[in-house]
């Protein structure tokens, strides 16, 4: 069975930055792309960011030029490196496999941007 584990999160001032992990475990094949979503109280989950495995990498509009998203193929994990953050990126944020034949979700960590 795949198992995904987040961690990086906590509470960080605005302007501060954090570096989101994401480690994979078990059997996985045909790997597609590798993505961080997030989810704030009282709003929809949206997309972050995304990488596939040739590189080609996704942002959503309102954190392109804040954050960077990375891979290291050889350990099945993923990164989310997050600059200059706002309150309003406080949300628990999942990070999610694509798969040719399904997809694997984490449990989440959750990051609060606050004065």
């Known amino acids: 069975q795949v198992q995904l584990v987040e961690s990086g999160g906590g509470l960080v001032q605005p302007g501060g930055s954090l570096r989101l992990s994401c480690a994979a475990s078990?059997?996985?094949?045909?790997?597609?792309?590798m993505n961080w979503y997030r989810q704030a109280p009282g709003k929809e989950r949206e997309l972050v960011a995304s990488?596939?495995?040739?590189?080609?990498?996704n942002y959503g509009d309102s954190v392109k030029d804040r954050f960077t998203i990375s891979r290291d193929a050889s350990k099945n994990a993923v990164y989310l490196q997050m600059n200059s953050l706002i309150p309003d990126d406080t949300a628990i944020y999942y990070c999610?496999?694509?798969?040719?034949?399904?997809?694997?979700w984490g449990q989440g960590t959750q990051v609060t941007v606050s004065s």
């Open positions: 999610k496999l694509w798969t040719t034949s399904g997809s694997y």
């Open positions: 078990g059997r996985i094949f045909s790997l597609w792309s």
């Open positions: 990488i596939t495995t040739s590189g080609s990498t």
